[in-house]
């Protein structure tokens, strides 16, 4: 018959003869969660051990943790996840939202970058381990790659905005100056075409209906006849700009 191999892992005893496991029980989880979860080396366990009165040599601590499943200091931390459910982020507000804007998720991308970089150079000077500290230094490193990722990127997206805004300002100010140059010349024509019928009013006062005609019609027409005057002038602006920003 072909054996089955069991993947579950068998239960590691204490030994009688192991000093580490005559340790307080509460000492004996710190130093395991401190080497599985915190990769600290041998050595720091033995300084940490003897800075409570207990003197292991590494040999010692090594065959100790010999006796402790490493999964069983992961599992403990388990429930401690789960509590990980209520606490908020920096991402919350995305998650529902309809639409994504790209630079709002590289704003918050970034930010939480920065906070992480944050704790990272905390606990590196908060730590006097110095394996400990040189994994979080690694860490950093990479953290501050990723954020100049994220901030080249929030770079990227924010240039099509700003080139937006510098044509806009600039199609506004030429359709400002095209306006104004175009009232200034609609205003002129007509003040010459007013001088005239006047001229010839004074040159023959036997037909005033003319002026009277004349002064009507300016009347009449002129709001409509500016209103030409200034969209013919701002037309070919527009069609530029919009050209650009095809």
């Known amino acids: 018959m072909t054996e089955i191999a ?3 892992p068998a ?24 080497r599985f979860r915190g990769w600290a080396t041998f050595a720091h366990l033995v300084q940490k051990l003897s800075a ?15 006796h402790v499943e490493p999964n ?15 606490v908020s982020t920096p991402f919350d507000a995305l998650v529902n939202a ?27 000077r908060a730590t006097r381990n110095p394996a400990q500290a040189e994994r979080l230094m690694t860490a950093s490193l990479k953290e501050m790659q990723a954020l100049e990722r994220a901030l080249r990127r929030r770079e990227e997206l924010a240039k099509p905005r700003q080139e937006l805004v510098g044509k806009s300002k600039e199609f506004v100010g030429r359709v400002f100056q095209a306006t104004k140059d175009a009232c200034a010349a609609f205003i002129e024509d007509y003040l010459r075409t007013m001088d005239d019928a006047v001229n010839a009013h004074l040159a023959d006062y036997s037909h005033p209906e003319r002026l009277v005609r004349r002064m009507s019609e300016f009347q009449r027409d002129w709001p409509k006849a500016m209103r030409q005057r200034v969209s013919d002038a701002v037309r070919p602006i527009w069609q530029e700009t919009m050209a650009t920003l095809r």
């Open 6 to 8: 069991n993947s579950v």
């Open 11 to 34: 239960i590691k005893v204490e030994s009688r003869r192991c000093l580490g496991c005559r340790l307080p029980q509460e000492l004996q989880e710190e130093i395991a969660r401190d």
């Open 52 to 66: 409570k009165g207990f003197k292991l040599s590494e040999a010692s601590v090594r065959r100790h943790l010999r």
């Open 72 to 86: 069983s200091q992961f599992a403990a931390a388990e429930p401690e996840d789960r509590d990980q459910e209520n």
């Open 98 to 124: 309809q639409v994504l804007d790209d630079r709002l998720v590289v704003e918050v991308m970034a930010r939480s970058l920065v906070e992480r970089l944050q704790r990272l150079e905390r606990a590196q």
